[in-house]
Structure formats: C-alpha cells, structure tokens
C-alpha cells in the first residue's frame, strides 16, 4: 500500500467486550424509507450496517435521530423511549455524524471551536456563558486528541482538509461525551491516513480506552471497512434491515448479494 | 508532500495587519470619510456641535440596524422595519393622546412593533416560507394597519419626556454630551453584542446563518431562536419608532418609508453578509455612521440630494466589494 501499512494496521482489532444492550429498536418506519428496522446494539461493540446507496441507511439514522419523523416502531435508547428530536438526543447521549461533512456535518464558514462545542455550549464559563479561552482550551485539547492539524481554534473549518475537517465533526460527539454514536460514511473522501486514525478511534472508544465502552452504529458503503472495523454486520436492501450476523459469517460477497436482495439465493445454492 | 500541504492547511504567510484590517474596516473607512468632508467641506462641518448631531441623526436607524444584524446573521432578512417605526409612532402618539404615561405609550409603540416581528416569525418557522416574502407582505400589511390606526393623518400628541429622547440638549444638561436615546442605544448595542459574543444563544444565531443544517444537526432549537431573533429585531425596530416620535413630536404613519433600506445598508456596509453568517453589531452602528456623515457633509457642502444618493450608493456597493476582497486576501483566525 501506498502508506505501507498493511490491511491488519488500518484496521486495529482489540478484543472487543459487548456490555448490556444499550440501544433496542424494533420496526422503525419512516415515511418512505426506512420500511422496517429492527435491532439491539450493546456497549462495547461496532454494528456495522450495509446496503446500496438509496437502501435507507441515512433515513433510518436521521429518523433515529429525529431529524426527520418516525412513522411506526418502538426505540428505547437506556432510559427513554420513543421518538426524540436532536436536542434530546444529544442530552440523552446520542450523536450523529452527518454523511455530508460539507452541506451538514459542519459549519465549515464558522470556527474549528465553535464547530466542535456547538451541541454543548453550558459549562464552557461562568453563568452559562461562554469564555472564549475556555472554548478554546476545550478545542485545543479535542483537537489535538484526535489529531487534528489546525493552527489555531479560531481557524474556520474551511480551510482544513477533509480528513481534519471529519476528525473534528468526530471530536464533536467525544467533547459531548455521548454513548452512542451514530456514524454515517465517517471516512467517505478523506485521505489514508485519517481514515487509519478513524478506525484507530472507533476500536479504542468501543473498549473503552478514555471513559466507559462506547456503542458504535457504523453505516458504511465500503465493504472492507464494515468487515475489517464492525463486530457484527446487518444490510439494509429497499428499506428493510436484515438480521445482524457476527462479522466473521460475512464475506464481501454475501454482503453484496445481501444488499441486491439475492441473499436467500446465494444460500439455497 | 510536506507536512503543512498535506494537513491542507493554506501554506502562506498570515498577514496580520489584513487581518487588523478586516476588523477595523467599517470605522476606517467611517474615519476616511470623516476626514476627507472635515478637511474639504466648510468649517461647519468640523464643529463638535455637528458630531453631535451626526450621532443624534445616526440614532434612528441605527437602533433598528442593532435589531436587523441580528436577523441579518441569522441568514434571514427583516423588509418590515420602516412600518413598524411608522406604526410604533402611530400608537404612541394615541396612547399619550388617550392620557396614558410617556413610559406606556413607549411600551406600547416598542410591544405593537414586537408582535409583527412575531407574526414575522411564526409565518417563517412554522409555514416555512422565505422571510423576504414573508416580510414584503407585512411592510405593507404594517403600513396599513398604522395607516388605518391613524385614519390616515398625523397624530398630535401632548408634549411629554419622551420629545427630548433625541433632541438637541438644553445647555444645563450639556453634560451628558448626547441626548438619552444616543446612550441608551449605545448600551443596548454593547449588551447586543455581549449576547452575540458569550451567550449560546449567540453562538446559535451564528450557526443557523452559516449553515441551518448544522445547528438542527447539532441540536439547536432552530424555529425557536429564529421566533426569538425575529421578535427581537421588532422590538428595536419599535424602539427605533420611539426615537422617530421623539424627533417627530407626533404620530405619523407615513414616516420612515424606506427606511428598512437604509437598516439593511447600515448592515452590510457593516460587514454583515446577506447569505447569514456574518456582521457585527459595531459594524452596523458605524455603517449607520457612515451614511449619516455623508448625509450630513454633502447638503453642508450645498451638494443636491440627487448627488448625495448617488454617493450613498457607490459607497454601499465599495463597501461590499471591500469586503469580498478582503475575505479572499485574508486567511481568518
């Protein structure tokens, strides 16, 4: 490979530990799509969501995350129930990574600071408000944690790279400190080795190297990603969810087959 | 590749006198324009007495432009000003006609103006229509109403404290330097910008202008700070008919035709962009400045009206040009 890193290096494995489900949904529907969604994601572990482009992926986790309605289903997410815009969830300890880093993931004519603390701007002064030097030490540190390369906080976030552009859309749901990230494309169109850093993190959150074992929901349309960096694995296919199987039951292949809807004849072969 | 070219980080030189200049730009060019009318318009111009008229004419629209940037960084745009100072008139001129205090006519005109900024609001969040037609519609559904109100003639209204709010001071007061209304303006633009600067909810005004999706995305209570900021800006827009009665002395439906224009003006001379994001409320205030002062220096030099709105205009469109150029030039921290 161009960086010389081998497949094994890009995509860390440490024995990954599933806790108690954090995160139950059964038969999520949207308006359109997602038909039905169904599934139990615990702490500690990467569920890795596959399907074509158009299958439903993006809704689900929007609906999920109330941006935009839920027609029929049941979520309980720890302790709440039910259907919750973004702010709520954000409280509740969700948070989602846009797939569209430049039109959503990020305010990219607004500061590296107020783009990462934008979702938890309490707690950053006194009386509510927000001491620049405080946003700004808060920055410095999750920037420089995820290895973002920036010159100052103060820097708009368009004139980074993508690679540290998405590191600090990322650093956003770590600064926020929640248990469940929803991540949608998180490496689409970033360079090799943000991309490394990005699978790097996500093994290290769901063991839980900083604070606790995190929950990862990984919708992904690169095959070898899902395989290399997910526990287990379902594919969506015209807006239906399949059941998720432990990722060693998976091969590029019958993922393929799964998302054009061929998976029941690959078996019976 | 080297280190800084593959982080993408822009490899040049930061400039920091561009930098300085981005910020000052406004109240450079506020000082150029000074300047230049001080050393070739007639001494007039050059008295203390004028600056001081200068900051009491500024007043007006500068109150409401306070109002605006906030509506303008928002992304949003606020067409309705003109006729809410119109309107805010109208009802205070009838609330001091029908014997109620100064202080509750002012209330009056300022809560009158608030409620349209409201309507303003709602239409926007909840119907999801664009706040240029939304406001369009209620400039002249505004103008009416006060029209109406005020069975189309000035209202005369019983002499009261609030005349003096912007008028000329009278030589035991010289103290105080300005007239009230120029300090209380003065004070709502330092807490204006307070609020921009150190509070969430001015940190989400930003971010809904820079990119809507972010803030829903982020958790901000998008509709929610639009009705606030849009209920905000008619509420200066009241304030800024308060002002307009105290020049005025009366009631009148249909004064500060236009006027959102000049608000908007201010704005953007200011270095508020129309695509949200950006502006500042010194910038506005100075951009209000900056109108009054040529306003101010052309008639003292007998220059026509015609002339004056010409300037006006090449300078709202130099102004604007400036700062594109200066955005391009400038690597922001």
Redesign the interface.
Known sequence: MMVGRTVDELYPRSAHIAGEPILEISDLAGNRVPGSVSLSLRRGEVLGIAGLVGAGRTEFIRALFGLDPVRAGRVRFGSFSGWSPPAARWRQGMGMLSEDRKNEGLATGMSLADNLTLSRLGGLGPLGLISRSRQFAVARDWAGRLGVRHRSPAQRVADLSGGNQQKVALARLLYHGVDVLLLDEPTRGIDVASKAQIYALIDRLVTGGDAGAKAILLVSSYLPELLGTCDRVAVMCRGRLGPARHVKEWTEESLMAEAIGMGGAMKSE | MS?AT?????PDK?RPWLVWLNRLGPLLGLALIYTLLAVFGPPSFRSLGNLETIARQSTIVGTAAVGATLVIILGGIDLSVGSMIALSTVVIASLLMSGAPPILAALGGIGAAMICGMVNGFLITRLRMMPFIVTLGTLLIVRGAAKGLAHEQKIDAPISWLNEIIATLPPERQFMVVPYGVWLLVLLAVAVAGIL????LG??I??IG??E?????????VERVKLVVYALSAAFAGLAGVMQFSRLTVGDPTVAMGAELDVIAAVVIGGGSLSG??GSILGSLVGALIMTVIRSGCSQMGLSNWLQEIITGVIIVLAVALDRWRHRAT???
């Open positions: 280190e593959q982080a993408g980080l822009v930061v600067r150190y509070t969430p940190r989400h930003f971010a820079s990119n999706l972010t803030a829903r995305l982020c958790g901000v209570a994001g950006e690597v922001r921290y």
